[in-house]
């Protein structure tokens, strides 16, 4: 029993001694699970420290480069504002010189407007200088100004005197005004000055001494220095003035006066054409040799008698002075008979009223005038020709020029009759009148002839008429104003000018060459078919021929500034100013290719050389032509 207890006593010591082991050995684990998690928990951390670490750099880096970024940009904004700034303040200056511009442009076009309701396209353009200068005076606010022209017309080396505005003294020779004026050529821009010390210490006349301030503004035509416009005494001075709308001033300047210019070389191209069209009728018929001039002077006073307004004044003047152009298209057998015309013969003669109108409204700046000739012969009761038109049915042009043609026609001699006294003349204008004649127009005029010395043609009647300073300046010494030069000027034909003429400008030309040592050239055509075409189709055809190649060379002449001519029969030839032989040979070709069938043509060259005369330049001309047009080929004008 003893021995039974002793072994469950030590079964049981050994059972528990187990337990103990065991629960040591899992406490051992426990703690070696215990350590491993603790060090897993102490490697994950030390991990996430790392991370925390990494992205703390991380985050210090982006907001490192957030600040950089933000500081670009913020530099940026500075610019872009800066930027925004700058073009607000070009914008606003843009707008202001704009601004400035389009009421420049407004005051001009009003000023033009104005002036050109008072003028036609043939009209003057004295005024242009001090219509500028009076505009660029207002804009700016100025109390005085000049306008100084670079030409020089007096050849004193100063800059002349085109207009002036406001001064009380005579202002040509302002010393100051030419002192700025050549500063401004200088330098090439705008000039200002404030500074009244400064101003009248090269003050050397009296008007110098009326300016305090002024701005001295250059003017420029085609890129060429043409002068200055000199604007004076504003309040405040001209510093504040902005470049931009000076500079636009004077822009305008120059283009106001260079249309100015053309319209000058306009004016003096038609007054030109009307001029040979009135020269070529008083050589058709000698018997209107004065014929025109007279006219123009009732013409003149009946205009201002009956105060027909500018522009219309004009028209009435050139319809007077082309009246009779129709006459061109009669015959001489008809115009020079010695006797009375037939009752044929006069049915021809009526015609010219027609053949007249249709002359001058191929002149498209004339067109208005063409009515004018049209009707000169119309009757105040309905019985005159070519319309049959009655009483004031006919333009008030026509019923003037009607009465003082009539007028002019009865007191000068005719082949069939001698010429009436000027009181015979005057009793029939009243007895005609409220017939054949505006019986107011024809008591004006009566009145108006018992008032002057009749028989005294002023050439100061046209002369005013045809008052311009351009043509004046283009008008030779010798040159007549209208119908009293030779008969010979121009071919009845082709309205070209004649051999003579030729021969005239030719010699000249030459002189012109020897002293610029600058060549011309003449280019000779030679019909040479014309006996064929006579022969075969008449002489009417042969007529037609040489005017259809008349209007070629006309034509190539005028756009080169050439002279063409009817050098003989069968010759036209053309002056061709500063030509060289290549660009007399371009024109040869184009006058041989103008036309496509006959007259067929030879078309010689010769070139001026130092010292040819211009006989020596037509002869080599001539020869050329004569020889085939050699270098040339010989080919129909087509």
Known sequence: ??????????????????????????????????????????????????????????????????????????????????????????????EKSRDSDRKWSRQLRAQFSQ????????????????????????????????????????????????????FANDPDDSAIAQRFATSVLERDETVRESSTEKIQAVADKPSDEEIDSLVAIPIFIQDQFSGVVVCANRPGGFDDADDDVLLALGDHAGAVLQNARLHGDLHNSYLTTVTMLAEAVEAKDPFLRGHSEEIITYVTALADRFKIEPQRREQLIFAAMLHDVGKIGISERILLKPAELTPEERSVVELHPRIGYRIVQQIPVLADVAIGVLHHHERHDGDGYPARLKGEAIPIEARIISVIDAFSAMISNRP????????????????????????????????EIERRETHEVAESALASAMADPELSLRRGADEPILG??????????????????????TEAEA?????????????????????DI???????????????????????????????SRYSGRRLAILLPHASEIEAQGVASEVESALDDRPALAVGVAVWRPGDTGEMVIAKARSSAAAGGAPLPTRPLG
């Open 416 to 447: 069939y009759r001698e010429r009436m006294s000027i009181d015979a003349a005057c009793s029939e204008l009243e007895r005609c009148a409220g017939q054949q004649f505006d019986p107011e127009v024809a008591r004006a005029l009566v009145e």
């Open 534 to 564: 006579n022969r075969s189709d008449g002489y009417a055809a042969g007529d037609a021929a040489i005017r259809k190649a008349a209007q070629v060379l006309q034509r190539v002449a005028v756009a080169r500034d050439g002279v063409a």
């Open 511 to 531: 002189h012109r060459a020897a002293l610029q040592k600058s060549p011309f050239a003449v280019v000779m055509a030679e019909i040479t078919d014309l006996g």
């Open 484 to 505: 009293l030069g030779s008969i010979a000027v121009t071919d009845n034909l082709t309205l070209l000018y004649s051999h003579r003429y030729f021969h005239e400008v």
């Open 1 to 94: 029993m003893n021995v039974l207890w002793a072994i469950v006593a030590l079964v049981a010591v050994g059972a528990a001694v187990f337990v103990v082991r065991r629960s040591r050995l899992e406490a051992e684990s426990v703690k070696a699970a215990a350590r491993r998690e603790r060090e897993r928990l102490a490697g994950e951390l030390s991990e996430a420290e790392g991370a925390r670490e990494d992205l703390v750099d991380e985050l210090a880096k982006r907001e490192s480069a957030a600040r950089d970024m933000l500081a670009r940009l913020e530099s940026q904004v500075k610019e872009l504002e800066s930027t925004i700034g700058n073009e607000r303040s070009l914008r606003t200056k843009v």
């Open 115 to 166: 002036l050109h309701s008072t003028r036609s396209v043939l009209g003057g353009h004295r005024d242009i200088p001090a219509l500028v200068l009076h505009t660029a005076v207002t804009l700016l606010g100025a109390e005085k100004g000049l306008l100084l022209s670079r030409e020089d017309a007096d050849h004193d080396g100063k800059l002349d005197l085109a207009a002036s505005e406001g």
